[in-house]
């Protein structure tokens, strides 16, 4: 039956990649967010340890891992909505770009987003992962990224399908679809413990049902008074 079919190529003359990748001058927030990661200890989980298969996945592979999880609706972190002010500016400049993404007012920060740790020298052998994976998961649009620290060597989103991988340097902010197209994973990093916060943009309301916030409301003024040290990376 392989033989019945062929493969054709189809040559275009654009090659986009729909994956936006933003820095900003002032990355203060970014020790911020690093200060509110270990400031919740309290809060912090290991990564789990179950496949999204239910595949019981090797210890090892996870440890040196944490999370810390926190629901749209619950930031009142000043620290947290100065950073959900830039990605809005990112967010908004990424729909320019591809203006064709439907239903953009309806598109928000949704539930369940993420402050990570990866301990220097821990391992990440995980499948690369994409958020559209299952047909409940219809609400996902975009995915984003930022990159808390600077990691010298490893660390990097790499994306599968796509033969790039973007390095872990503070402050940059990368967005993305959550489909297949775009599977990613982190990197192993193997010179500095890495930060990252991560979660997803799509529809945050429906049918009565709330799923997350509008990235419109972080859209303010925010100040946040610290003596947190400026770092070098």
Request: aromatic fraction near 12%; glycine fraction near 6%.
């Amino acid at each position: 039956m392989q033989q019945a079919v062929k493969h054709l190529p189809v040559i275009t003359e654009n090659n986009p990649n729909f994956i936006g990748v933003w820095s900003l001058s002032d990355i203060t927030f970014t020790d911020l967010l690093i200060d509110f990661f270990n400031s919740n200890q309290m809060l912090q989980m290991d990564m789990k340890i179950q496949s999204s298969k239910g595949d019981k996945i090797d210890e090892n592979i996870v440890k040196g891992k944490s999370i810390l999880n926190l629901k749209a609706e619950d930031i009142t972190n000043t620290r947290l909505l100065l950073y959900f002010k830039y990605l809005n500016e990112c967010y908004k400049q990424y729909i320019l770009r591809w203006p064709t993404i439907v239903k953009q007012e309806e598109l928000g920060l949704l539930n369940n987003f993420e402050l990570h740790r990866y301990d220097k020298g821990s391992p990440n052998n995980f499948d690369p992962f994409y958020k559209r994976n299952q047909p409940l998961a219809g609400i996902y649009s975009l995915s984003f990224v930022t990159f808390l620290n600077s990691v010298e060597k490893g660390g990097e989103l790499e994306f599968y399908y796509h033969g790039t991988s973007i390095k872990a340097y503070r402050g940059i902010t990368v967005i993305y679809p959550s489909d297949w197209t775009h599977a990613s994973k982190i990197t192993s990093n193997t010179t500095d413990d890495l930060y990252i916060i991560r979660g997803d943009i799509g529809y945050y309301s429906h049918n009565d049902q709330t799923y997350g916030v509008s990235l419109d409301s972080f859209d303010k003024e925010v100040k946040v008074k610290t003596d947190i040290k400026e770092k070098k990376k």
